[in-house]
């Protein structure tokens, strides 16, 4: 069974620090790795995914994360924080196999970011 | 490009009724599901479908049926609303053409309070 565990329910930084969102994982197979953004009454969106091909990952809006198999770890971050990046972020774990689409979910993280 | 929508948007019941919850995407994604999202839980699969007629139970199936006649709907029915099923319900959809890697794209949300 996977399963994903989000580091800090809630982060707030100001506007311009570092972001850092921390999610480590569990897989018995090499996983797919995934963040996802939730902006208040909105779905979820994708930020970005780890496919195996570059450990280091970019996505939308600067954000990028990295895969650390020795440590089972795909933290987000982010080097300047703006004010839109206030949201509720979610780590998610896919099994690598084929035939496998669902989604694990972590709890969540919700970044404030003060002016 | 209407993409995935829900309906309703928000929704107040009472204990014992029947509710049903739709979800309807444009794209003729294989991949559809439901999710529930609470404080502290993050989000959680209630079921999913990989195409028409074909459905399957996620983490939380209980209380929920589902049914999927169409490829662009997949209708959440709550036979018999309780309490504890107060969330907010998110659809997502998939292609369904890469496995693990597939990303999800989600509905804004149905906000159910059950009194």
């Known amino acids: 069974a996977q399963s994903v565990t989000q580091l800090g329910s809630h982060v707030s930084v100001s506007e311009g620090a570092l972001v850092l969102l921390r999610c480590n994982y569990s897989s018995s197979v090499p996983p797919y790795l995934f963040w996802y953004v939730q902006y208040p009454n909105q779905g979820l969106q994708l930020l970005l995914k780890?496919?195996?091909?570059?450990?280091l990952v970019k996505g939308i809006n600067g954000f990028e994360a990295e895969f650390k198999k020795s440590e089972t770890s795909f933290h987000l971050t982010k080097p300047s924080a703006h004010m839109s990046d206030a949201a509720e972020y979610f780590c998610?774990?896919?099994?690598?196999?084929?035939?496998?689409?669902?989604?694990?979910f972590g709890k969540g993280t919700l970044l404030t970011v003060n002016p | 490009d209407a993409g995935i929508t829900q309906s309703p948007r928000y929704k107040i019941t009472e204990t014992g009724r029947q509710v049903t919850l739709m979800c309807h995407q444009t794209?003729?994604?294989?991949?559809m599901f439901w999710y529930r999202q609470d404080l502290g839980h993050g989000l959680r699969l209630i079921y999913y479908?990989?195409?028409?007629?074909?459905?399957d139970k996620g983490e939380v199936p209980d209380g929920y049926v589902v049914s999927r006649s169409k490829t662009e709907n997949f209708p959440l029915t709550l036979e018999s609303a309780t309490r504890s099923q107060t969330s907010v319900y998110f659809c997502a959809s998939s292609a369904g053409l890469a496995g693990g890697l597939d990303t999800q794209y989600f509905g804004p949300g149905t906000r159910l309070t059950v009194l």
């Open positions: 998610a774990v896919s099994d690598s196999g084929g035939s496998n689409y669902k989604l694990t």
């Open positions: 479908s990989a195409a028409a007629d074909i459905t």
């Open positions: 780890y496919t195996s091909a570059a450990t």
């Open positions: 794209w003729s994604h294989s991949y």
